[in-house]
């Protein structure tokens, strides 16, 4: 087994799992709200849950999973409505409810499980996710249909921990600007976050019609 190839997919997956997860959508902004909001095992649960998700798809495309990859583009329109729905009504919670001040804590809001899971559900309600991962492959020279089980393990792997590296670097950044701001400050901060997941949400469900 030729170890240095293992090595170099694996890097690859590094590098491919970090910059797919760095556009900031719904459970980005998610997961900087619950940092700044004192929630912090929630914000490394959001991008927990968000990590796995993309490691499903890289899996998926990495191992020529053709059976789920049709399935998964055959009720595209439920995946997405599903995750639309989430999105607005956790939009909605955060509009309703008033912004914890720098002194509460609130770790116990919304269980673990939850908050693991309606990250990966967000992640995983779009399926463009699969083509933008073939696209990445291709352009560094990684050909799933030619990979073994081993290589496509550890390709998959440092997808994994890419992401992973991605939501820690922006829970990281998010926790030293908490420490600036104030009380108001966060107020309008999560007023001002709970209006763009509900844009999302909005955009999603329109884009269904």
């Given at each position: 087994?030729?170890?240095?190839?293992?090595?170099?997919l694996?890097?690859?997956?590094?590098?491919?799992?970090?910059?797919?997860?760095?556009?900031?959508?719904?459970?980005?902004?998610?997961?900087?709200?619950?940092?700044?909001?004192?929630?912090?095992?929630?914000?490394?649960?959001?991008?927990?849950?968000?990590?796995?998700?993309?490691?499903?798809?890289?899996?998926?495309?990495?191992?020529?999973?053709?059976?789920?990859a049709?399935?998964?583009?055959?009720?595209?329109?439920?995946?997405?409505?599903?995750?639309?729905?989430?999105?607005?009504?956790?939009?909605?919670?955060?509009?309703?409810?008033?912004?914890?001040?720098?002194?509460?804590?609130?770790?116990?809001?919304?269980?673990?499980?939850?908050?693991?899971?309606?990250?990966f559900?967000?992640?995983?309600?779009?399926?463009?996710?699969?083509?933008?991962?073939?696209?990445?492959?291709?352009?560094?020279?990684?050909?799933?249909?030619?990979?073994?089980?081993?290589?496509?393990?550890?390709?998959?792997?440092?997808?994994?921990?890419?992401?992973?590296?991605?939501?820690?670097?922006?829970?990281?950044?998010?926790?030293?600007?908490?420490?600036?701001?104030?009380?108001?400050?966060?107020?309008?901060?999560?007023?001002?976050?709970?209006?763009?997941?509900?844009?999302?949400a909005?955009?999603?469900?329109?884009?269904?019609?």
């Amino acid at each position: 087994m030729d170890f240095s190839l293992l090595f170099l997919l694996f890097i690859k997956g590094i590098f491919i799992g970090f910059v797919i997860a760095v556009p900031v959508g719904p459970v980005g902004i998610l997961c900087i709200r619950r940092t700044l909001s004192h929630q912090n095992v929630g914000a490394a649960l959001t991008g927990l849950g968000s990590a796995f998700a993309d490691t499903f798809y890289a899996a998926v495309t990495a191992f020529s999973l053709a059976g789920i990859a049709a399935f998964i583009t055959k009720y595209d329109f439920y995946l997405k409505l599903f995750g639309g729905l989430i999105v607005a009504c956790i939009s909605f919670s955060i509009i309703m409810n008033p912004s914890p001040k720098k002194t509460d804590k609130i770790e116990g809001r919304d269980s673990p499980f939850h908050v693991f899971t309606s990250a990966f559900v967000l992640t995983i309600s779009n399926p463009i996710t699969l083509i933008v991962f073939a696209a990445a492959f291709t352009a560094v020279g990684i050909s799933p249909l030619h990979q073994s089980f081993s290589q496509a393990s550890f390709l998959v792997a440092g997808v994994f921990l890419g992401a992973s590296c991605w939501w820690l670097t922006l829970i990281t950044i998010s926790h030293l600007m908490q420490h600036k701001l104030s009380d108001p400050q966060l107020l309008w901060i999560n007023r001002f976050s709970g209006v763009i997941l509900f844009g999302f949400a909005a955009y999603i469900l329109i884009s269904l019609l």
